[in-house]
């Protein structure tokens, strides 16, 4: 293991996690799959580098720009995570709405399957004390 082998594996790794961005915006998901295997062979690869144990391997001038590329790919993995939460909240909102209009076209049929023009409220407190 030397340092240009790690410095590789997680360019490699920050490359593929812009372009998981990418897919995540296209919303591809073929793409997206692809990726999600292609990060975890390099993840697979990076603990095999057992980095904390061959720390002393590296000059102090190495060290840093693995750091700084580390914060790089923590930040690309924290906007996907964002994107990802997004996507999902207009997803369920999208089918909360669908719901919403099959419930109300259920609603608009009585038990015997008859269309009910009924567009006042039922509120049957009101109805009791009248």
């Known amino acids: 293991m030397n340092f240009d082998d790690v410095i590789k594996v997680f360019m490699d790794l920050k490359n593929v996690l812009f372009e998981k961005k990418q897919a995540i915006i296209k919303k591809d998901m073929d793409k997206l799959a692809q990726i999600d295997e292609e990060t975890a062979v390099l ?23 693995l750091k700084q590329l580390g914060e790089e790919i923590k930040n690309l993995t924290q906007n996907n995570e964002i994107l990802i939460k997004h996507s ?43």
């Open 88 to 130: 999902l909240g207009v997803i369920n909102g999208i089918l909360s709405g669908i719901l919403n209009i099959a419930q109300k076209e259920k609603n608009s049929y009585n038990s015997r399957g008859q269309g009910t023009n009924d567009e006042s409220m039922d509120i049957s407190s009101v109805i009791e004390e009248a």
């Open 43 to 65: 993840c697979q690869q990076i603990a095999k580098f057992k980095l904390e144990e061959n720390q002393d391997l590296f000059s102090d001038d190495e060290k840093k720009q």
